[in-house]
Nanobody, 121 residues
Framework: QVQLVESGGGLVQPGGSLRLSCAAS????????MGWYRQVPGKQRELVAF???????NYADSVKDRFTISRDNAKNMVYLQMNSLKPEDTAVYYC???????????????WGQGTQVTVSS
């Protein structure tokens, strides 16, 4: 129904930068918001950043002033610019979107398959 394809993960040294991208496709009627979550083994998935259609953003305290989320509404894409990366940012990063499909009256959440980000020297 909805496909989310993430890209941009990889290995980076502490202090470095990465940019994650996520493209949403499928029978999408409208998107309310798109964002990024992350998860490390043994811990719950946590919000990193989220952006709504009108541009409102929400960030985890741990990434404020280092990460920037942005969105291209016309292309159904969301980006996460990650600067000043720390080893504790190491995780699998998941794209998330809150959409209404064609023929549906309500919104639902969908997830990407995740992309690994490793911060290590």
């Amino acid at each position: 129904q909805v496909q989310l394809v993430e890209s941009g993960g990889g290995l980076v040294q502490p202090g470095g930068s990465l940019r994650l991208s996520c493209a949403a496709s499928g029978r999408i009627r409208s998107i309310h918001g798109m964002g990024w979550y992350r998860q490390v083994p043994g811990k719950q998935r946590e919000l990193v950043a989220f952006i709504t259609t009108d541009g409102s953003t929400n960030y985890a305290d741990s990434v404020k002033d280092r990460f920037t989320i942005s969105r291209d509404n016309a292309k159904n894409m969301v980006y996460l610019q990650m600067n000043s990366l720390k080893p504790e940012d190491t995780a699998v990063y998941y794209c998330n979107t809150y959409v209404r499909l064609d023929g549906r009256s309500s919104y639902s959440y969908y997830w990407g398959q995740g992309t690994q980000v490793t911060v290590s020297s």
